[in-house]
């Protein structure tokens, strides 16, 4: 692949003040672009590296490039900044409940110093691009959850992130939801932002063509390319 | 920059919004921060106004000066005469030996026992009143030492003592005030400090959500700097207040007893100058107190 790398982990380990080592010398590769799946049972470390990659987290040994970016290298400080550039969708979506769904997608904006007219017309983009604009004024406790995972797809995508990275983003959702998520996902990766989903639903993987990373016990067991058909094409080494 | 401004407004309403939201804990807070602040000052209201009533008194300083028996009262007049020259003296006033004979035999009722004296004992007196520039303790030191150097002078009394004694008491209170104002402006610090501290736990999933997104602490913190203003500026308000209740319980019954000793007085309250002090006391230290409490408490909470 020649295409630049958005994310790259080298050798990364990952162990928990508690002992337990969730990434043991995980490589791989993401080009810019790219749509790709991170599965495995669950432990398996599909957490850890999404948490390395939103700077949730940073790891024991190793090295995680963010577009080119060594992550060791952002300071306390530069953490806010880093984060607005990607967007991060999480399986509990984590809306503030107290407030209208406009104001959870315009957070990013608000907190990114956006002028205020600016920000209307952005969450009504974006929004729309997930099929909500009709709730905006709802508070995500009147939504639906199917909705609520949409509203925080719509957060995470609202400052045109080059990155978008999403934790089990169907997991609490009856299959035909999950799959209207998935075809979501799919969206923005056609019009070029890097997409990486963590899951376990493997069912769901086959109707999509993308690169699948399945994780076990902290490391990357097979990275390789489903077709959509539910049939593998073909092996790829694990960088 | 209009932006900025626009996010501050907002930030500012925003925080009144919330402490609005819970007003029975806000009054709370708000007493508490109230009766801190009322105490100092209303001990301050009470000093002011008995430095005023005593300023009066550093004025009204007169010095006795006591001639010798043998000076008769053409050189009495004399003297006077000398004496309004200087600079220093507003007013002299003659009391010759008759008037003061008759003063005292109406005063003290020894009448017949004064009539058994063949010759009138009194001296010839002179009372100097200093200006008000030389109404001080050096200034009246000095006239006095000057005044009985003169020729025909017997003695020259001063009765400073007291009026020290008054003055170094007025001091201690002073200081009293002081410690007093700010052991309660910590308490102040630390009652919005623990509020605040309270508040970023209630709200810690909300900042999380926010740090994910990419705010700074700075940005977090901010709603949270306000609400201490907000905390500030009422308790500062509500103190204001009850001084001013306390004054106008107090300024009845003291009028009563200062005209009882045949002398009027009207209590002051806060001026307005010292009210916007008070006031801008009350907001900064609740701007400290959540500072404290939010720098520390929001870079603790990390997602």
Not at chain 1, 97 to 115: F, K
Not at chain 1, 132 to 149: D, H, I, W
Not at chain 2, 107 to 136: I, Q
Not at chain 2, 162 to 186: D, I, P, S
Request: charged share 20%; hydrophobic share 45%; with cysteine.
């Amino acid at each position: 692949m020649t295409s630049p790398s958005m994310i790259q982990f080298e050798q990364v380990y990952k162990r928990y003040p508690n002992g337990r080592e969730a990434l043991a010398g995980v490589s791989f590769k993401i080009g810019a672009g790219e749509l790709a799946f991170l599965t495995g049972h669950s432990g398996a470390g599909k957490s850890s590296i999404l948490k390395l990659i939103a700077l949730i987290e940073r790891p024991t040994r190793g090295q995680v490039l963010i577009d080119g970016q060594n992550t060791a290298q952002v300071s306390r400080r530069g953490i806010p900044r880093y984060r607005r550039a990607v967007g991060v969708v999480f399986q509990d979506h984590k809306l503030l409940c107290d407030r209208p769904v406009a104001d959870n997608v315009a957070l990013p904006l608000i907190v990114a110093g956006v002028a205020r007219r600016e920000i209307d017309k952005r969450v009504r983009a974006a929004l729309d691009q997930v099929g909500l604009l009709t709730k905006e004024k709802c508070r995500p406790l009147e939504l639906s959850t199917g909705e609520q995972q949409r509203i925080g797809i719509a957060r995470a995508i609202v400052a045109k992130p080059v990155l978008l990275i999403a934790d089990e983003p169907t997991g609490n959702l009856d299959p035909d939801l999950a799959l209207e998520i998935m075809r979501l996902f799919k969206r923005f990766n056609d019009v070029g932002v890097t997409v990486l989903v963590a899951t376990h639903d493997v069912h769901l993987l086959e109707q999509f063509a993308a690169r699948r990373i399945v994780l076990a016990d902290g490391k990357v067991a097979s990275d390789s390319m489903t077709n959509g058909k539910g049939v593998t094409a073909g092996e790829v080494e694990a960088a | 920059m209009k932006t900025w401004l626009a996010r501050h407004a907002q930030t500012l309403t925003g925080s009144l919004g919330r402490i609005v939201e819970h007003p029975l804990a806000a009054a709370m807070t708000m007493g508490v921060i109230a009766v801190a602040l009322a105490l100092p000052l209303f001990l301050d209201v009470l000093l002011q106004n008995t430095r005023a009533v005593t300023a009066n008194w550093n004025q009204a300083f007169e010095l006795s000066v006591y001639l010798d028996r043998k000076a008769g009262s053409e050189r009495a007049e004399e003297l006077a005469k000398q004496l309004r020259a200087r600079t220093d003296v507003a007013a002299v006033r003659v009391v010759t030996k008759e008037q003061a004979l008759a003063q005292f035999r109406e005063a003290s009722g020894f009448g017949r026992a004064l009539d058994a004296l063949d010759s009138n004992p009194l001296p010839n007196t002179l009372v100097v009143t200093p200006t008000l520039l030389a109404s001080t303790p050096q200034g009246t030191a000095a006239l006095r030492t000057s005044v009985a150097a003169l020729p025909d002078v017997e003695t020259v009394q001063l009765d400073t003592d007291w009026v020290q004694r008054l003055n170094a008491m007025l001091e201690v209170m002073r200081r009293v005030v002081w410690l007093t104002g700010a052991l309660l402006g910590l308490s102040v610090v630390l009652v919005v400090g623990n509020t605040i501290r309270l508040d970023i736990l209630n709200r810690r999933s909300e900042i999380e959500v926010m740090k994910l997104v990419g705010a700074t602490d700075g940005f977090a913190r901010r709603p949270f700097l306000y609400s201490g203003v907000w905390y500030g500026l009422g308790g500062g308000l509500t103190a204001l207040g009850l001084v001013a209740i306390a004054v106008a319980a107090l300024a009845g019954p003291l009028e009563h007893l200062a005209s009882l000793y045949g002398s009027e007085l009207h209590l002051r309250s806060l001026r307005f100058g010292s009210a916007a002090r008070m006031l801008g006391l009350a907001i900064s230290l609740g701007w400290m107190g959540s500072w404290i409490a939010a720098t520390r408490h929001i870079r603790a909470i990390e997602p």
